[in-house]
Nanobody
Framework: QVQLVELGGGLVQAGGSLRLSCAAS????????MAWFRQAPGKEREFVGG????????SYAASVEGRFTSSKDNAKNTVDLQMNSLKPEDTAVYYC???????????????????WGQGTQVTVSS
């Protein structure tokens, strides 16, 4: 069983930045594909971005491409999401997700992930 804990959410003005961090309790973190999803009130959970198990490849939703960056530190068992140029429409609960296996791409569906964090609120004011 892998536990994921997200940190770093909060309130920020439009145009500002936030950095989310997800810590994983596993000895084999390097074997996991890590992703970030978000869910706004009344909407389905959607893919934001992710990084492959060795950190060699990243993938992002079109809505955040160029503004968000994901990085993975296999030595520290953490994955971060740097969010720049935030917009009010980025307001949501952000979830960290993990999938075991050395696949060379980042799945974009919630069903592809085995483990989830509890979520952290990000609110962007206009």
């Amino acid at each position: 069983q892998v536990q994921l804990v997200e940190l770093g959410g909060g309130l920020v003005q439009a145009g500002g930045s936030l950095r989310l961090s997800c810590a994983a309790s596993t000895r084999t973190f390097s074997n996991y594909v890590m992703a970030w999803f978000r869910q706004a009130p009344g909407k389905e959970r959607e893919f934001v971005g992710g990084i492959t198990w060795r950190g060699g490849s990243t993938s992002y939703a079109a809505s955040v491409e160029g503004r968000f960056t994901s990085s993975k530190d296999n030595a520290k068992n953490t994955v971060d999401l740097q969010m720049n140029s935030l917009k009010p429409e980025d307001t949501a609960v952000y979830y960290c997700a993990a999938r075991e296996g050395g696949i060379r791409y980042v799945p974009r569906t919630t069903g592809s992930y085995n483990y989830w964090g509890q979520g952290t609120q990000v609110t962007v004011s206009s």
